[in-house]
């Protein structure tokens, strides 16, 4: 079955940086558009970014904009967040998504937390 596996979350202190991971089996993951979500306490899940299925055309929140980068390894099957100059706005449970081309299939793994101290 369909796996998306998240790593990298931590603790790490304001203007630290981080980096994810998003290992994907169980599918062909070059056809599948890459992004990344995140959820605060009580609040809604929010877009991070997204990548594209051959690795351009990256897109961001505002909020993370010359902040965050997002790029994959199709050879690895893994798509990754470098989160630079985090804030502790930036808390939050950090979940990958992966959505077929044709939009018939769509996949969430399980998170993993990011925290970031003042």
């Known amino acids: 079955q369909v796996q998306l596996v998240e790593s990298g979350g931590g603790l790490v202190q304001a203007g630290g940086s981080l980096r994810l991971s998003c290992a994907a089996s169980?599918?062909?993951?070059?056809?599948?558009?890459m992004s990344w979500f995140r959820q605060a306490p009580g609040k809604e899940r929010e877009f991070v970014g997204t990548?594209?299925?051959?690795?351009?055309?990256?897109g961001y929140a505002d909020s993370v904009k010359g902040r965050f980068t997002i790029s994959r390894d199709n050879a690895k099957n893994t798509v990754y967040l470098q989160m630079n100059s985090l804030k502790p706005e930036d808390t939050a449970v950090y979940y990958c998504?992966?959505?077929?081309?044709?939009?018939?299939?769509?996949?969430w793994g399980q998170g993993t937390q990011v925290t970031v101290s003042s």
């Open positions: 169980g599918l062909t993951f070059s056809r599948y558009t």
């Open positions: 990548i594209s299925r051959s690795g351009g055309n990256p």
């Open positions: 998504r992966a959505q077929s081309y044709t939009g018939g299939y769509d996949y």
